[in-house]
T-cell receptor, first 114, second 112 residues
Framework: AQTVTQSQPEMSVQEAETVTLSCTYD???????LFWYKQPPSRQMILVIR??????QNATENRFSVNFQKAAKSFSLKISDSQLGDAAMYFC???????????FGKGITLSVRP | DAGVIQSPRHEVTEMGQEVTLRCKPI?????LFWYRQTMMRGLELLIYFNNNVPIDDSGMPEDRFSAKMPNASFSTLKIQPSEPRDSAVYFCASKAQNTEAFFGQGTRLTVV
């Protein structure tokens, strides 16, 4: 079975600084996708970024980028120029194939200091 | 589109009562997922449907839980009888083929 591990329960970053959130996963599949979701206090789940396993290039979305290390099964999220609105829980997630369920990590609470 | 719509947003019920959570997926989406979020277990899949047919219900905790999707625009998750350990946030999500899942706002269920 696939597993997703987020070992850091909490992190803090100074506004305008850069922070990296860690995630590792375990799978024997070759066709899979990885995601980072943001959950603010409103509890809405918001997709931040996705990465297809077959793509070597790391995904980027504005201030958000990933470091995808396929051999190490590592998928970290880097947030640049952190803003107060980035404060939230962040979940790493795995999906086998294009249309199956998401398997989530336990999440990490990110706080941003003004 | 209004996104995935869940109702109610909050539900407080007494132990032993029946609870029904509702979800309206995004129009045109043919996959629908029910997830549960708790402090102890995090986010876990309960069941998902494709074209109104249940594909994977291995996450449904026990016979007290049931889910239906009578048509492409509506799904229910029912708990009967409810227990305090069912207290959680229940999310519905929908997706189209080869696209990403969009989540509803969730229903916070409290069983007292």
């Amino acid at each position: 079975a696939q597993t997703v591990t987020q070992s850091q329960p909490e992190m803090s970053v100074q506004e305008a600084e850069t922070v990296t959130l860690s995630c590792t996963y375990d799978t024997s599949e070759s066709d899979y996708y990885l995601f980072w979701y943001k959950q603010p206090p409103s509890r809405q789940m918001i997709l931040v970024i996705r990465q297809e396993a077959y793509k070597q290039q790391n995904a980027t979305e504005n201030r958000f980028s990933v470091n995808f290390q396929k051999a190490a099964k590592s998928f970290s999220l880097k947030i640049s120029d952190s803003q107060l609105g980035d404060a939230a829980m962040y979940f790493c997630a795995y999906r086998h194939g294009a249309n199956s369920k998401l398997t989530f990590g336990k999440g990490i609470t990110l706080s941003v200091r003004p | 589109d209004a996104g995935v719509i869940q109702s109610p947003r909050h539900e407080v019920t007494e132990m032993g009562q029946e609870v029904t959570l509702r979800c309206k997926p995004i129009s045109g989406h043919d996959y629908l997922f029910w997830y549960r979020q708790t402090m102890m277990r995090g986010l876990e899949l309960l069941i998902y449907f494709n074209n109104n047919v249940p594909i994977d219900d291995s996450g449904m905790p026990e016979d007290r839980f049931s889910a239906k999707m009578p048509n492409a625009s509506f799904s229910t998750l029912k708990i009967q009888p409810s227990e305090p350990r069912d207290s959680a946030v229940y999310f519905c999500a929908s997706k189209a083929q080869n696209t990403e899942a969009f989540f509803g706002q969730g229903t916070r269920l409290t069983v007292v």
